[in-house]
């Protein structure tokens, strides 16, 4: 892997999904994406989304549009899921009609949940503008996974993931391999 894009996911204006145990998703997200760039800096860009002006789709052509001037090998979206407390596990999102995205979706969703000792929910193929995450797998030149590693909302979960340095660090051994 030669460069790869990391894009931290919702904004500072909207900070997406809270834990009672962790910072919200925005937060976590850019702790572990700048341990990320440090690890390695000419392997990753960070880059966050400006705002949610216009919706979804405007903010996630905004940024594709500005990463899509470089080339990247990979884009990884950073998120964190929270619904039921019930509710568990590491999950990766990708364009359906790509190979690539789908081979590194798989990988990392297996690697994550084997170094951090998590259900393997796999992967989710985002087939039409109404999936969550469609945007930003599609608009993208390189191959892009969102990556949804566990539930906040879940306290066994969450507590694995409580050092977002921790996490980044998997991460980067996981792509050291893609």
């Not at 790509?98 to 796999?122: M, P």
């Not at 930003?136 to 969102?146: E, Q």
Request: proline share 3%; hydrophobic share 35%.
């Amino acid at each position: 892997m030669r460069k790869v894009a990391i894009v931290v996911g919702h904004t500072k204006d909207s900070k997406g999904a809270y834990s009672k145990w962790l910072p919200c998703e925005f937060e976590y997200n850019i702790q572990a994406a700048e341990e990320l760039k440090k690890i390695n800096p000419s392997l990753y860009t960070v880059y966050t989304h400006d705002s949610y002006l216009g919706g979804y789709y405007a903010m996630e052509k905004r940024t594709a549009d500005t990463i899509n001037k470089d080339s990247f090998d990979l884009t990884l979206e950073l998120h964190y899921n929270s619904a039921s407390p019930l509710a568990h596990g590491t999950e990766c999102c990708y364009w359906f009609a790509s190979k690539k995205g789908k081979e590194y979706a798989q990988k990392i969703s297996l690697e994550v949940s084997k170094h951090l000792d998590t259900t393997n929910r796999g992967t989710k193929a985002l087939y039409n503008k109404n999936d969550r995450g469609y945007w930003f797998t599609y608009l993208m030149k390189a191959p892009a996974v969102i990556v949804e590693p566990f539930f906040g909302s879940n306290e066994f979960d969450a507590l694995k993931f409580q050092d977002p340095k921790k996490y980044a660090h998997v991460l980067n051994e996981i792509i050291s391999t893609l």
